[in-house]
C-alpha cells in the first residue's frame, strides 16, 4: 500500500517546515520506501508498517504542537509493491510518447 500524508501543527504561525521535518525525519528513519514533495511525503508498506510511522510522525509534531492537521490518502492494492516508482515511470512514459502497456 501506499499513503500520502500530510501532517502539520496548527496555531504556530506561517513558518511549520521545522515541525514538518520533524515528522519527515521519522518517515526516513522508518526504513520504508518513501518520497517527500511540496504537498505530501509518501510512504510505501504493508498496512500496520505504514500506520504506524504515520502514527509516529504525527505524535512527533504533536510533542510540540497542542493542535495537529492530518490529511491522508490510500491505495490499498495486494501484490504490489515498488508502487511509488512504477506509478510514475509509468505517467513519465506516457508523457514521452512511449508505447503503452
Not at 501543527?9 to 521535518?21: K, L, Q, R, S
Not at 511540496?38 to 509534531?61: L, P
Amino acid at each position: 500500500m501506499i499513503i500520502a500524508f500530510s501532517v502539520s501543527p496548527v496555531g504556530v504561525g506561517e513558518d511549520v517546515g521545522e515541525y514538518v521535518a520533524d515528522a519527515v525525519r521519522i518517515v526516513r528513519e522508518s526504513g520504508l520506501p518513501n518520497r517527500t514533495d511540496a504537498m505530501f511525503t509518501s510512504i510505501e508498506g504493508e498496512w500496520d508498517e505504514v500506520m504506524d510511522v504515520v502514527k509516529r510522525a504525527v505524535a512527533a509534531v504533536e510533542a510540540r504542537s497542542s493542535r495537529v492537521s492530518l490529511v491522508l490518502k490510500a491505495d490499498i492494492r495486494a501484490g504490489v509493491t515498488d508502487g511509488l516508482t512504477s506509478k510514475v515511470e509509468t505517467v513519465e512514459r506516457h508523457l514521452s510518447g512511449g508505447p503503452a502497456r
